[in-house]
């Protein structure tokens, strides 16, 4: 009887044992995994999963986000991703480890890669926006209805058709000043956008002085004669003391 009884103390005491490894085990490889969320910053008024949004919030998984008028959104992936959604824009979220997987309703959105890390928007059924994780993007992507717009601003994004394979076949590859949209792939010119108040002030002083100019002649019927150093500008009134010309 006695062996029996430490027979079944030794059996208790094993099992006990194996499963702590075992837990242990379990917590270190939960712990090694990359745990994946999403830090929300707030200004105006927004829903989160039909709920009233709040900053400081953290997200996880999957989630719905609709943004009101005169109101913005940002979801920071630490170390990975930010997302700013524009006013007005209905989205669905899903936060993986170093990827976020987007599904642009309406709206507008504004994302900022780091190398390494991988973004996807759906723009319209089957057809998604891939940034490359070989290099920092930054890119903003637009849609309503069945209309969209795609600017890239840094790095490169891939437009993929995700409808006839598994993996997705690339429709185009769009690079840094490139947009494309419905009407297709498109080259933008930033140096407009570029100038300064300084330079674009002194743009329109000279268009207005030469449509000015262009208004005396067409006026007068005369073109403008330069007379001495000072200049100026002969008109049919004639010489009298206030105009010496």
Do not use: Y
């Not at 989160?48 to 997200?59: D, F, Y």
């Amino acid at each position: 009887m006695s062996d029996m009884r430490l027979c079944c103390k030794t059996v208790a005491v094993v099992t006990a044992f194996s499963l702590v490894i075992v837990s242990s085990r379990i917590q270190a490889v939960a712990d090694e995994v990359p745990r994946s969320w999403a830090i929300v910053t707030l200004t105006g008024s927004a829903t989160i999963n039909n709920a009233p949004a709040i900053s400081g919030q953290t997200l996880f998984a999957k989630n719905t986000i609709a943004t009101t008028i005169s109101s913005s959104l940002t979801l920071d992936l630490p170390r990975a991703t930010r997302l700013e959604v524009s006013e007005q824009t209905e989205l669905r979220v899903e936060v993986l480890a170093d990827l976020l997987c987007t599904e642009l309703k309406t709206g507008r959105l504004r994302l900022s890669t780091l190398r390494g890390t991988t973004t996807r928007v759906e723009i319209l059924p089957g057809l998604s926006v891939v940034s490359d994780p070989t290099m920092p993007s930054k890119f903003t992507v637009a849609a309503q209805d069945k209309n969209f717009e795609l600017r890239v601003s840094e790095g490169a994004v891939d437009v993929v058709d995700s409808r006839e394979t598994s993996k997705g076949r690339q429709v185009t590859h769009v690079g840094p000043n490139m947009m494309f949209s419905n009407a297709g792939l498109l080259q933008t010119d930033n140096d407009q956008s570029n100038l300064t108040t300084r330079q674009r002030a002194a743009i329109f002083i000279a268009a207005g002085g030469a449509l000015a100019l262009l208004f005396i002649v067409i006026v007068t019927g005369n073109d403008p004669v330069a007379d001495g150093p000072g200049g100026c500008v002969a008109v049919p009134s004639g010489r009298s003391p206030q105009n010496p010309c």
